[in-house]
């Protein structure tokens, strides 16, 4: 089992950035893969971002490519997600979870731990 703690979340301007760290313990921290996730109110947990076990390969979901960018620093256990030129649709409870494997995927059925959420706004 995994442990995920998050942290960086907060209030930002439209337009704006804002980063977040997941830190992670429990597993060896490069035999798996790491996402993002975010849910907004009334609406599905969806997906953001993966990444692989040694960062070689990443994955973005439309709404979010070229704007935000997923990395993991293998010595610290941490996951990261930098969210540039935020929109107001980006407002959401933001989620890091620990993949099965080294398997990427936006299923989130195939995440098997989850962080307690940070909540980042994004105002006009």
């Known amino acids: 089992q995994v442990q995920l703690v998050e942290s960086g979340g907060g209030l930002v301007q439209a337009g704006g950035s804002l980063s977040l760290s997941c830190a992670a313990s429990?597993?060896?921290?490069?035999?798996?893969?790491m996402g993002w996730f975010r849910q907004a109110p009334g609406k599905e947990r969806e997906f953001v971002a993966a990444?692989?076990?040694?960062?070689?390969?990443?994955y973005y979901a439309d709404s979010v490519k070229g704007r935000f960018t997923i990395s993991r620093e293998n010595a610290k256990s941490t996951v990261y997600l930098q969210m540039n030129s935020l929109k107001n649709e980006d407002t959401a409870v933001y989620y890091c979870?620990?993949?099965?494997?080294?398997?990427?995927?936006?299923?989130?059925?195939?995440?098997?731990?989850w962080g307690q959420g940070t909540q980042v706004t994004v105002s006009s």
């Open positions: 990444i692989s076990g040694y960062g070689g390969t990443t």
């Open positions: 979870a620990a993949s099965v494997s080294d398997y990427m995927s936006r299923n989130r059925d195939l995440y098997h731990s």
């Open positions: 429990g597993r060896t921290f490069s035999t798996y893969a």
